[in-house]
């Protein structure tokens, strides 16, 4: 289940006694514990029915110690295992049996939540298998679409700040959330959307508020790059070039990443001319929403002849900054007037 309907089960009081928090969203995690305890458990009594153990001091007897004691005036007790997997790794072979019988019994009156926070949960392990089984596993992924627009209305709203539809799209696109190759989660995600709240003078924060406060992304850049060699610019295309680099990217980095945009654009095109439609072509692809519509759009600008002449371009600058003397950045500035003029 994901996080939505497990906030439905809490509503409904239909919790169960464990379950195992799996994603890359801790922030959603750390929301969901909130409101397990504003349901089930008295403000003035957390203390004595809240328990939270780190996995890596936790083995089989302490956490059996820790549910077995009853709620005191709550409806349940509450205990959180933090790092499942070290815990795991403490029971490894001698008590695994043990320890998925006790989790199979527990009583009503508990709610075991065992969280995965540093992603190393697979969903071929043995925990995820057994809990996921009966629904007892509860996906935090990213939110995307009008889930994430909701969660930063409702910080806005917090900080008695307006945004226009179009302005949180373009925060979110700057912020590079929605990136495969930058790891943006939430708890950043809230830092850079307070940094905007904090540095606007009116109630709406505008679109020049965001463009001053979020630093681009090398994802932003490389699409801007990409648009600029589109146009034939050359002049903008070692600008954007230039400002990547002063702001510390690695020429390599930065090479990797043109060389990967344009092999999704062959890709996209050569997937096309064998009469995939979109939704397989992104299925093969293997990305987000938000790029795959960059790439589609970009591929329009080029042949397929050309795309590989221009892969044959990157594989010798690449070759090049690994075999000779001469400059990384010279031979991308270099690359990048070839493309511009071709």
Known sequence: ??????????????????????????????????????????????????????????????LINACETLPFMSEKKIVLVNDISAFMDNIKDRFEKEFYDYIDRLGDFLCLIFMDNTSSIRKNSKIYKHLNKDNRVVDFSKLEGQDLNRWIERILKKHDKEMSLSNINYFIERSSYRSRNIDIRLFDLENELLKVVDHSKDRELSREDIDQVLVKSIDTNIFELLNAINRRDSESAIEIFDDMYMANEPVLRILYMITRQFRLILSYKLYKDKGYGDNKVQEKLQIKNYEFGKIRSQSSKFQIKELEDIMEYLLNIDIQTKTTTTDQKLLVEMLLIKLCNK
């Open 1 to 62: 289940m994901n996080y939505g309907e497990f906030k439905k089960k809490i509503r409904e009081n239909k919790i169960g006694s464990a379950y195992l928090f799996f994603g890359q969203e801790e922030y959603l995690m750390d929301m969901a514990i909130d409101e397990l305890k504003k349901k089930y458990i008295e403000e003035s009594f957390e203390t004595i029915n809240y328990v939270k153990i780190e996995g890596k001091n936790c083995d089989l007897q302490t």
